[in-house]
């Protein structure tokens, strides 16, 4: 076990934490993808609107199997298709010794992103505006004769600009001084570039922006194929000037890399050979002028990191990761330069995905039962722990996953067809959100489904919060669905020579905005985050409070068996 247990372990299990709703779907997007022979998941990124956007690569079956065009979608925070793009990019194809870079991106939270894929040869870099358009693309060739491309970092500022870190490699097992080349590229927001600075013999380790638009690369050196390495930090400013830097002695690996905030500098877990034997592993905070701030021990065992984040508010970093075999998430005071928790899951691995509304963490946990998304408290307790996808371990299968300020969490799949099996390919990405707001109430008879509509009312029924959504599922594909709400519960079967029971009484407003009353999707699914400060009624607007009690119900057509309509259970929320 390691070391971490001795400093401060805090291993709970989840029937003995604290009372927390698990997490629950909100809205689905799949698609069936019969004409596509690959098709991989590149990422999905949470976007400050409360809006996702995707990135999936796909290749028809006369591209070899190797993806050949880029599909960029935008959902609303409601799942609703904003706009998908379709671009052909360079296939990626990797080959024996060392493979071109992986195909990599970075998104602004207005939706503003960079894509850039390698063949080896070249590099093509897309950037996309909020809107979908295609602000500018470009071409990148090695810059060396017998070099490849084989690893690239991009990062996009808030204006729009792309900074770009590249290694190019010269050959597989070549350890002479100028077999590395390490560059950094800025371009300007139409593509047109600003600097470039080349560096031989660095291998690229980390590369990270910073919100006044400098960039932070760290690399390791040596100035002979047998001097030690070091690494070494750089800060260069936005016309190319190296602002500030740092060396570090040894040949420790780097695990995790961030920029952190706190600071304006970057803060990396090393793990290295320990003085007395054995491996030891370090925190280490610089600040944005080089200076080192602090080093402090983080354990005395392998670890392998999976995920980071830093909570300002209490100075604590949380790194997700692997303990042996063991999945683990660690928190660690960078003011007081020790770990305060540790949390052993009983999970294979614990990826942190992002900070949770109030304290605490969003984790994805690796299980043998499959994928599991679980809360963790700021003190290291798991709080709950919700499954979203069996276990599948196929090679043909890509997974991706993101979390937003606000709490909600994608989970996004992409599955290649298998030559032969019948299954065409597929892509899906859910919206989850934690937490139930509401208590259920009443009920209807069952729609053309065969089952009756079911409505909660998902994520915090803390006013200020302002954080709930109606989610309804086992409803009719395709048909019109409209949300309501009233102060007063009621209970009247048969409304308007429909099938359902209205489980509203009073004053009864409407959800009827441009965008809320739609379709229901194929998956039999809709839901509508809901402004607590816009409740509908028949006279107007209002905004509700602590202390304050509402009723929500969904209203849907159907064909059961010919032309009707029908609804869903109540759900009351009292908000505190």
Same mark, same amino acid.
Request: charged letters at 15%; a negative charge.
């Given at each position: 076990?390691?070391?971490?247990?001795?400093?401060?372990?805090?291993?709970?299990?989840?029937?003995?934490?604290?009372?927390?709703?698990?997490?629950?779907?909100?809205?689905?997007?799949?698609?069936? =993808?019969?004409? @596509?022979?690959? %098709?991989? !998941? &590149?990422? @999905?990124?949470?976007?400050?609107?409360?809006?996702?956007?995707?990135? %999936?690569?796909?290749?028809?079956?006369?591209?070899?199997?190797?993806?050949?065009?880029?599909?960029?979608?935008? &959902?609303?925070?409601?799942?609703?298709?904003? *706009?998908?793009?379709?671009?052909?990019?360079?296939?990626?194809?990797?080959?024996?010794?060392?493979?071109?870079?992986?195909?990599?991106?970075?998104?602004?939270?207005?939706?503003?992103?960079?894509?850039?894929?390698?063949?080896?040869?070249?590099?093509?870099?897309? @950037?996309?505006? +909020?809107?979908?358009? %295609?602000?500018?693309?470009?071409?990148?060739?090695?810059?060396?004769?017998?070099?490849?491309?084989?690893?690239?970092?991009?990062?996009?500022?808030?204006?729009?600009?792309?900074?770009?870190?590249?290694?190019?490699?010269?050959?597989?097992?070549? *350890?002479?001084?100028?077999?590395?080349?390490?560059?950094?590229?800025?371009?300007?927001?139409?593509?047109?570039?600003?600097?470039?600075?080349?560096?031989?013999?660095?291998?690229?380790?980390?590369?990270?922006?910073?919100?006044?638009?400098?960039?932070?690369?760290?690399?390791?050196?040596?100035?002979?194929?047998?001097?030690?390495?070091?690494?070494?930090?750089?800060?260069?400013?936005?016309?190319?000037?190296?602002?500030?830097?740092?060396?570090?002695?040894?040949?420790?690996?780097?695990?995790?890399?961030?920029?952190?905030?706190?600071?304006?500098?970057?803060?990396?877990?090393?793990?290295?050979?320990?003085?007395?034997?054995?491996?030891?592993?370090?925190?280490?905070?610089?600040?944005?002028?080089?200076?080192? =701030?602090?080093?402090?021990?983080?354990?005395?065992?392998?670890?392998?990191?999976?995920?980071?984040?830093?909570?300002?508010?209490?100075?604590?970093? &949380?790194?997700?990761?692997?303990?042996?075999?063991?999945?683990?998430?660690?928190?660690?005071?960078?003011?007081?330069?020790?770990?305060?928790?540790?949390?052993?899951?009983?999970?294979?691995?614990?990826?942190?995905?992002?900070?949770?509304?109030?304290?605490?963490?969003?984790?994805? /946990?690796?299980?043998?039962?499959?994928?599991?998304?679980?809360?963790?408290?700021?003190?290291?307790?798991?709080?709950?722990?919700?499954?979203?996808?069996?276990?599948?371990?196929?090679?043909?299968?890509?997974?991706?996953?993101?979390?937003?300020?606000?709490?909600?969490? *994608?989970?996004?799949?992409?599955?290649?067809?298998?030559?032969?099996?019948?299954?065409?390919?597929?892509?899906? %990405?859910?919206?989850?959100?934690?937490?139930?707001?509401?208590?259920? &109430?009443?009920?209807?008879?069952?729609?053309?489904?065969?089952?009756?509509? !079911?409505?909660?009312?998902?994520?915090?029924?803390?006013?200020?919060?302002?954080?709930?959504?109606?989610?309804?599922?086992?409803?009719? $594909?395709?048909? =019109?669905?409209?949300?309501?709400?009233?102060?007063?519960?009621?209970?009247? +079967?048969?409304?308007?020579?429909?099938?359902?029971?209205?489980?509203?009484?009073?004053?009864?407003?409407?959800?009827?905005? $441009?965008?809320?009353?739609?379709?229901?999707?194929?998956?039999?699914?809709?839901?509508?985050?809901?402004?607590?400060? /816009?409740? $509908?009624? +028949?006279?107007?607007?209002?905004?509700?409070?602590?202390?304050?009690? *509402?009723?929500?119900?969904?209203?849907?057509?159907?064909?059961?068996?010919?032309?009707?309509?029908?609804?869903?259970?109540?759900?009351?929320?009292?908000?505190?």
């Amino acid at each position: 076990m390691n070391g971490l247990a001795a400093l401060a372990l805090v291993s709970v299990p989840l029937s003995a934490a604290p009372a927390l709703a698990q997490y629950g779907p909100t809205w689905s997007d799949a698609e069936l =993808l019969p004409g @596509v022979r690959t %098709v991989l !998941h &590149y990422g @999905v990124h949470a976007l400050d609107d409360g809006g996702a956007m995707t990135f %999936v690569g796909e290749a028809p079956p006369t591209a070899g199997g190797f993806p050949d065009e880029l599909v960029v979608t935008r &959902y609303d925070r409601d799942g609703g298709i904003e *706009w998908r793009a379709r671009e052909p990019i360079t296939p990626f194809i990797p080959f024996p010794g060392f493979g071109p870079a992986e195909p990599t991106l970075d998104v602004r939270g207005d939706g503003t992103s960079a894509f850039a894929v390698s063949s080896g040869d070249d590099l093509q870099v897309l @950037v996309f505006g +909020p809107d979908g358009a %295609v602000r500018w693309r470009t071409i990148l060739q090695a810059t060396r004769t017998a070099y490849y491309l084989t690893a690239v970092r991009p990062f996009v500022d808030a204006g729009g600009e792309v900074v770009l870190a590249t290694r190019e490699s010269r050959a597989f097992f070549d *350890w002479t001084t100028d077999a590395e080349l390490m560059a950094i590229e800025r371009f300007d927001a139409s593509g047109a570039s600003v600097y470039r600075v080349e560096s031989l013999g660095r291998q690229l380790e980390a590369f990270m922006g910073t919100p006044s638009g400098d960039a932070l690369i760290v690399s390791n050196d040596s100035a002979s194929p047998f001097a030690p390495w070091f690494r070494e930090i750089r800060r260069y400013d936005r016309a190319g000037n190296v602002v500030s830097m740092a060396n570090q002695a040894g040949d420790s690996q780097l695990l995790n890399a961030m920029y952190d905030p706190r600071t304006d500098g970057v803060l990396f877990v090393t793990q290295g050979a320990a003085a007395g034997g054995g491996t030891s592993l370090e925190v280490e905070v610089y600040s944005a002028t080089g200076s080192p =701030l602090a080093t402090g021990a983080f354990g005395t065992s392998s670890f392998g990191t999976l995920g980071s984040a830093i909570d300002v508010a209490s100075g604590i970093a &949380y790194f997700g990761g692997i303990d042996g075999t063991f999945g683990e998430v660690v928190g660690y005071d960078l003011g007081a330069n020790e770990v305060v928790s540790a949390l052993f899951s009983g999970a294979n691995a614990v990826t942190v995905i992002g900070l949770r509304p109030g304290g605490g963490l969003v984790t994805l /946990e690796s299980r043998s039962t499959g994928a599991h998304v679980a809360a963790v408290s700021a003190t290291g307790v798991r709080l709950s722990s919700t499954s979203i996808a069996p276990l599948d371990q196929a090679p043909e299968l890509t997974q991706a996953y993101a979390a937003g300020a606000d709490g909600r969490f *994608w989970f996004a799949e992409a599955r290649s067809r298998v030559l032969g099996s019948g299954v065409p390919s597929s892509r899906h %990405v859910d919206q989850w959100v934690e937490g139930v707001a509401g208590t259920e &109430y009443c009920s209807s008879p069952a729609n053309s489904t065969g089952s009756p509509g !079911h409505l909660v009312a998902r994520g915090s029924d803390v006013a200020t919060e302002n954080r709930i959504t109606l989610a309804a599922d086992s409803l009719p $594909p395709f048909q =019109l669905a409209l949300f309501l709400g009233s102060q007063t519960q009621g209970l009247t +079967p048969g409304v308007g020579g429909g099938q359902g029971t209205l489980c509203l009484g009073g004053a009864i407003g409407r959800y009827v905005a $441009p965008g809320q009353a739609r379709p229901i999707e194929p998956d039999g699914r809709t839901s509508l985050e809901i402004d607590l400060t /816009e409740i $509908p009624t +028949p006279t107007g607007f209002i905004a509700l409070a602590a202390g304050q009690t *509402w009723n929500f119900q969904l209203w849907h057509r159907d064909a059961n068996p010919s032309g009707t309509s029908n609804l869903t259970n109540g759900v009351q929320v009292m908000l505190q």
